[in-house]
């Protein structure tokens, strides 16, 4: 499959379904099989299918190396069940479908899912509808319109100076009485500006297809922007919407492993498997994925924004995107994402299976409690898989609070109360973050700068050593040595010749000469 990734835009699930099955149809080698004395061909063994699938999920950029097999073998089942393959019988329906020598084929038609025209509930609530209420003090009538698509998001700082010198040019003219801001003005400003934001960042022409503006608390932004401890962490005022204290204690447990200072209890053999067991229980048992059913679409979009070269477009994104979740939903995410990613970086944790790393174990077990569709979706577990992912990578930026969406809205508040503007939606943009686009290289230019990045910071490694004086000479030979038989290249390259190895020791060489030298004895004649 080309390593390209399916652009935002409305069932991005279902085009990426689409796309899956049709380049797995495309591509997947086909050749003759025997089975129990007969011959088949154009068939494969579902362990050849394992395989290929495998190979291409983690090469294709809406997916990741995050991938597992285990996830592969899922969907191949998945397939199996919607008859985009059958059995050498012609048999499906099921999910009988292990990584085995059992032999399979290809449909005459692999059916592809259909994308519905519009989701019921946005065509009656689109966001221009939405606004055309004349009580609103906001029309967005025009937003999709006058909002720069994909490559507008260089919104320059002369657009700005320009908007505010007419604003200030219209006050010289009419000098209007401040008027006075209810708490309903102000809801509706944090709703515009985040939809303003949101639609440029994702780069589609409307929102209304990924989500509906209804769904948009704004009491709940002003609450996640403004009730926060030290970390950044929201603070509940409603202690029975947190976490149960025996959760909180657990995940403390295991976040500070081995030196939890809330669980005093006695530790036995397999003590921190039945922890981590507790709190993946507690997570999985939630009504609800923990970005809501509601904002799934958002979510899977932004998908299509992780990708190298956009990676801090993405970040904003999830910034925006997780602010718009319910108070107690956003803590519980903040405190899942802070375990998960100290778990994940303690070089002191205990293994907690058997055939998984603790990364990949973090990721497979809390992905659907964090990301997953109301009815089932096939490529659920691989897209929130590659969503926790990236969270976990970048939780401490996603999860914290942007400053200049507060100071936007402080801004949008000045000019309404001064008068300045009546329909801020008609006549005042939001000034956007400035994002510089890279150049989009290819799949192997990317994978040379990433060798070419890692040997540079070797190689620096190496020079850190070197050059580190306080370290003894005992310990920097040892060192050296340890590296030398690491990295060999990169060790020749520094030191070519044993001449420039010797030097770094003052000119001694690297093999010692014997301490004791026993001399030949010279014998005399006993003649006289």
């Known amino acids: 499959m080309e390593k390209r990734s399916v652009p935002p835009g409305p069932y991005r699930a279902t085009k990426l379904w689409n796309e899956v099955t049709t380049s797995f149809r495309a591509g997947m080698p086909l050749r003759k099989h025997r089975q129990h004395f007969k011959k088949y061909g154009n068939c494969f063994t579902a362990g050849e299918a394992v395989d290929w699938l495998y190979g291409l999920l983690r090469n294709n950029s809406n997916f990741g190396s995050e991938v597992t097999r285990q996830q592969t073998i899922q969907l191949l089942r998945k397939f199996l069940k919607n008859h985009v393959i059958e059995d ?56 999709s319109r006058r909002t720069p698509k994909k490559h507008g998001l260089q919104f320059s700082q002369e657009n700005t100076e320009y908007m505010d010198c007419d604003i200030n040019n219209e006050d010289q003219e009419n000098s209007i009485d401040n008027r006075e801001i209810s708490q309903k003005d102000v809801e509706e ?184 569709c109301a009815e089932e979706v096939d490529l659920d577990e691989l897209l929130a898989a590659k969503l926790v992912s990236f969270l976990l990578d970048h939780h401490q930026e996603i999860l914290q609070v942007p400053s200049y969406l507060q100071t936007e809205v402080e801004k949008h508040l000045d000019y309404l109360k001064k008068g300045h503007i009546k329909n801020p939606g008609d006549g005042l943009i939001a000034p956007l973050p400035t994002y510089s686009y890279c150049k989009q290289i290819s799949a192997q230019e990317f994978d040379e700068q990433k060798v070419s990045t890692s040997q540079a910071a070797i190689a620096e490694l190496l020079e850190n050593i070197i050059k580190n004086k306080s370290l ?32 770094l020791f003052g000119n001694k060489p690297s093999i010692k000469q014997p301490m004791l030298i026993l001399r030949k004895p010279k014998f005399h004649s006993i003649r006289y």
């Open 472 to 503: 003894p000479l005992k310990e920097k030979r040892k060192k050296l040595k340890q590296f030398q038989k690491e990295y060999p290249l990169i060790y020749q390259k520094r030191f070519p010749t044993t001449e420039s190895e010797a030097s």
């Open 88 to 143: 050498i019988k012609g048999r499906w329906g099921s999910e009988n479908l292990d990584d085995n020598s059992q032999l399979f084929r290809f449909p005459a038609n692999s059916p592809l899912k259909t994308l519905p025209r519009r989701h019921p509930e946005l065509r009656k609530n689109s966001i221009e509808n939405f606004y055309k209420d004349k009580d609103s003090i906001f029309k967005i009538q025009n937003l």
């Open 189 to 372: 400003v944090w709703r515009y500006i985040i939809l303003i934001y949101l639609q440029t960042i994702l780069g589609v022409s409307s929102l209304e297809e990924v989500i509906n503006p209804k769904q948009v608390n704004p009491q709940y932004i002003m609450y996640n922007m403004s009730n926060t401890n030290k970390h950044g962490v929201v603070i509940l005022q409603d202690k029975s919407d947190d976490l149960p204290h025996w959760v909180l204690s657990a995940m403390k447990c295991l976040a500070n492993w081995p030196r939890s200072n809330d669980m005093n209890n006695p530790t036995y053999d397999g003590f921190e498997r039945d922890v981590f067991r507790t709190i993946a229980d507690y997570f999985l048992d939630l009504p609800e994925p923990l970005l809501t059913f509601e904002y799934y679409e958002l979510f899977v979009n932004i998908l299509g924004l992780l990708q190298p070269h956009l990676e801090r477009v993405a970040i904003d994104a999830l910034q925006l995107c997780c602010l718009l979740l319910p108070p107690p939903n956003r803590r519980k995410l903040q405190l899942l994402m802070r375990m998960i990613s100290r778990m994940s970086q303690n070089v002191d944790m205990p293994q907690l299976h058997d055939a998984m790393g603790t990364r990949s174990l973090m990721i497979h077990t809390f992905s659907r409690c964090i990301l997953c």
